[in-house]
């Protein structure tokens, strides 16, 4: 069965300093693969996606993720986090047609 | 545009009532889902129209809870009677399906969401 894992539940980094938020899946064929952010009280915002091609995936905001199909994951990474992206992260995975399946989340905390 | 359109934002009832969330997606999208947010179990598809019809109501908890999408620009999601652990945050996000084939997927966009609180 697919599935998403975000290891991490909570991370508190400096501002102006680099992250990295891990996320691994589990699929039996090609994976396709979200990030979403969730700032407070609001909705959820696709970051990025992987679907095929270059497994460096640019997004918004300044965020890039790394597909690494021998290691099953799928980090984001910022070089230099700001205040704003205090945010809850999550990872997906998409299973068919537009359904996708949620990890757990990463909640991001930023220390001025 | 405005964007998903969620009413109420918040919603605090009692055990037993009927609760209904009403969800306008984005003019000219054709697919729209219904999520359930909770701390235990994270974010759960609960249902997802294409054309207004249902396409996979596979993660319907239960009978007390039914959704509908009369018109391309407007749906509900139901729950009668509500119980204490319906408590939760529901999302509603809507696409547009360009072309529907496996592995075809199109951006979710999202509305702000309904706290429900079930006394």
């Known amino acids: 069965a697919q599935s998403v894992t975000q290891p991490d539940i909570h991370i508190t980094v400096s501002e102006g300093a680099s992250l990295e938020l891990r996320c691994n899946y589990s699929?039996?064929?090609?994976?396709?693969l979200f990030w979403y952010v969730q700032s407070p009280g609001q909705g959820l915002q696709l970051l990025l996606k992987?679907?095929?091609?270059?497994?460096l995936v640019q997004g918004i905001k300044g965020f890039e993720a790394e597909f690494k199909r021998s290691q099953s994951s799928f980090n984001l990474r910022k070089p230099s986090v700001h205040w704003s992206d205090a945010a809850e992260y999550f990872c997906a995975v998409g299973t068919s047609y537009d359904k996708v399946i949620f990890g757990p989340g990463t909640s991001l905390s930023v220390i001025p | 545009d405005a964007g998903v359109i969620q009413s109420p934002r918040h919603e605090v009832t009692e055990m037993g009532q009927e609760v209904t969330l009403r969800c306008k997606p984005i003019s000219g999208h054709n697919s729209l889902f219904w999520y359930r947010q909770t701390m235990m179990r994270g974010l759960e598809l609960l249902i997802y129209f294409n054309n207004n019809v249902p396409i996979d109501d596979s993660g319907m908890p239960e009978d007390r809870f039914s959704a509908k999408m009369p018109n391309a620009s407007f749906s509900t999601l139901k729950i009668q009677p509500s119980e204490p652990r319906d408590s939760a945050v529901y999302f509603c996000?809507?696409?547009?399906?360009?072309?529907?084939?496996?592995?075809?997927?199109?951006?979710?966009?999202f509305g702000p969401g309904t706290r429900l609180t079930v006394l």
């Open positions: 699929y039996g064929a090609t994976p396709y």
């Open positions: 996000a809507s696409s547009l399906e360009v072309t529907r084939q496996v592995g075809s997927y199109n951006e979710q966009f």
């Open positions: 992987y679907f095929s091609g270059d497994t």
